[in-house]
């Protein structure tokens, strides 16, 4: 399996599309060969007994990754969302 380029992580609890996009935009997509794994953890529905205090950020992060204004400027900006088996080589 291919390891990506590069890490986005955005600590804390509270970002919008629009911090999101001016994360994206500062980054030095020259230097990225294969990819850049963003760390993210979105749930439509949680449950208290298997996410515990992350309830909220987790719905957070899923409506601000499911904004279709996300997926326009993520495709105008040539990004492409995979799943890890993107990464593995092809035989």
């Known amino acids: 399996m291919l390891m990506p380029d590069g890490r986005v992580y955005t600590p804390g609890y509270g970002m919008t599309r629009d911090d999101l996009q001016e994360v994206l935009t500062r980054l030095q997509w020259s230097s990225v060969n ?5 760390v993210i953890h979105p749930a439509a529905t949680v449950e208290e007994a298997i ?3 992350l309830q909220e950020s987790r719905v957070f992060e899923y409506k601000v990754f499911s904004d279709p204004e996300l997926a326009a400027f993520l495709y105008r900006n040539g990004v492409e969302i995979v799943g890890f088996n993107a990464l593995r080589p092809h035989a």
């Open 34 to 38: 294969q990819a850049v794994e963003m």
């Open 51 to 53: 996410f515990g205090d």
